[in-house]
């Protein structure tokens, strides 16, 4: 007799444990269910804010499915979702910065092939927008850590005769004189 008791007595408390923990869940969900719903109409907001918005945006599905019954398959939200990319016409993303020195980097290791590249050439090959890399070789010549040539920029040279390349031309007609 006091067997069945004490099985009852588990049977009862796991009862109410189960039932309070779906309400829970339940909650929970009903809850992310009026975030994602806010934040749906704050993206249509700043979508209607800002123009370019339009033509970047991609459709978003609808909040319009029920909450998941099951207690072993909880519905998750997505990890983050981004409310705006900005697009470079070489499909760089505008939307987040990199870490401070990894463009001048990036457009030291493109133009290390030796050959002089232009700003549209190593953005292709770096994946930055070109108009960050520009700036970066404008930066960057100015210091002398790159140097234009006929057609876009190149590295210095280490004997000095590449980085001359134009006066060296120049120079054996002056020269013979």
């Known amino acids: ?23 829970i869940r339940h909650d929970i969900q009903q809850r992310l269910d009026q975030l994602l719903a806010e934040a749906e109409r704050l993206r249509h907001a700043l979508a209607a804010l800002d123009p370019r918005e339009r033509s970047t945006s991609k459709p978003r599905p609808t909040r319009s499915q029920p909450a998941a019954k099951t207690p072993d398959a909880p519905k998750r939200p997505p990890a983050r979702t981004r409310t705006r990319t900005a697009s470079t016409g070489n499909g760089a993303s505008g939307s ?3 870490a401070p020195g990894q463009t001048k980097a990036k457009v030291l290791a493109a133009l290390s092939s030796g050959q ?15 108009g960050t890399v ?9 210091t002398g850590e790159v140097v234009k040539a006929d057609r876009g920029y190149r590295l210095p040279s280490t004997d000095g005769r590449a980085a001359n390349a134009p006066e060296a031309t120049a120079s054996p007609t002056t020269g013979d004189s």
């Open 134 to 142: 520009s700036t970066t070789l404008s930066k960057l010549s100015k």
């Open 1 to 23: 007799m006091l067997t069945g008791f004490r099985s009852d007595a588990r049977q009862s408390k796991t009862r109410r444990l189960t039932n309070l923990i779906d309400r």
């Open 96 to 98: 987040t910065r990199t």
């Open 116 to 130: 002089a590249l232009t700003a549209g050439e190593v953005a292709k090959a770096t994946g930055v927008a070109r």
